[in-house]
């Protein structure tokens, strides 16, 4: 049986053309893969760096979002209002990761590539030196495991800061913070919705780039897909479509 899961995976992972040496960020949804077994989220993770080997590097969110003002961070915990999937978790508690420190929008990742995590700004999600900027430097891959991409393709609100979309304003948010066992008060930079009247649209968005011959990697799962691309691809693309429509990721 865990034979016939190792493989099952492997192939799986073959379609989605990740190789040796590859720089990848998976977002996940387990429950796409309809597969009942309680190594699945070890499988995957061990299969994954089996395949990169030692000179990849593997990250995962471990996102904070929608928690109150009163909320207290912690930039080193991993805790149970981080707003990721079973296989984030398991990634943290199991392997030896290193965490970034962007309260609202961190990420957890183990390989040589993955050290700018140690660096990137607590006080930010997205825009220049963020871990979103470097993941884009470092030529990761996107790789939503089961994940939609309105579920999983994070990356693209960077892009949209990066851009400058209209319906979007930076904003100076107060957010409490614990630092050796100190309290503290920061202002986060935060590139927020004007209003509620655009919502993101970013299933439509990956349909698009379909019909423009973009080349994703789309691999069917038993009640789902998986997706693949490289972020330099993703990035350039997105800002010369947003060019032409800035409201291209909203509907």
């Not at 990634?91 to 965490?99: A, I, S």
């Amino acid at each position: 049986m865990q034979e016939y899961l190792d493989n099952n995976l492997l192939d799986h992972f073959k379609k989605l053309n990740i190789k040796k040496g590859d720089n990848i960020v998976v977002h996940a949804d387990l429950t796409r893969f309809g597969i009942f077994d309680k190594n699945l989220t070890d499988k995957i993770i061990s299969n994954l760096l089996g395949i990169i080997g030692k000179n990849g590097s593997l990250i995962m969110p471990s996102y904070i979002l929608g928690v109150s003002n009163s909320y207290l961070y912690n930039i080193t915990k991993f805790t149970n209002k981080t707003n990721v999937s079973l296989l984030s978790k398991v990634f943290f508690k199991n392997y030896n990761v290193f965490k970034s420190k962007s309260l609202l929008h961190s990420h957890i990742g183990m390989g040589k590539d993955s050290k700018f995590l140690l660096k990137t700004p607590m006080n930010k999600s997205f825009g220049k030196n963020t871990d979103f900027y470097y993941m884009q430097k470092n030529k990761f891959k996107l790789v939503l495991l089961g994940c939609t991409p309105q579920q999983g393709a994070t990356y693209l609100h960077h892009v949209e800061a990066i851009f400058g979309v209209p319906y979007r304003k930076w904003l100076k948010i107060k957010k409490n913070i614990l630092i050796n066992k100190k309290k503290r008060v920061i202002k986060y930079e935060y590139f927020a919705r004007k209003t509620d009247l655009y919502k993101t649209n970013l299933n439509y968005f990956f349909d698009y780039l379909k019909t423009k011959n973009i080349k994703i990697y789309k691999v069917k799962l038993r009640f789902g897909f998986s997706f693949c691309v490289p972020l330099i691809k993703l990035h350039k693309i997105t800002i010369k479509i947003l060019k032409q429509n800035p409201y291209i990721l909203v509907k």
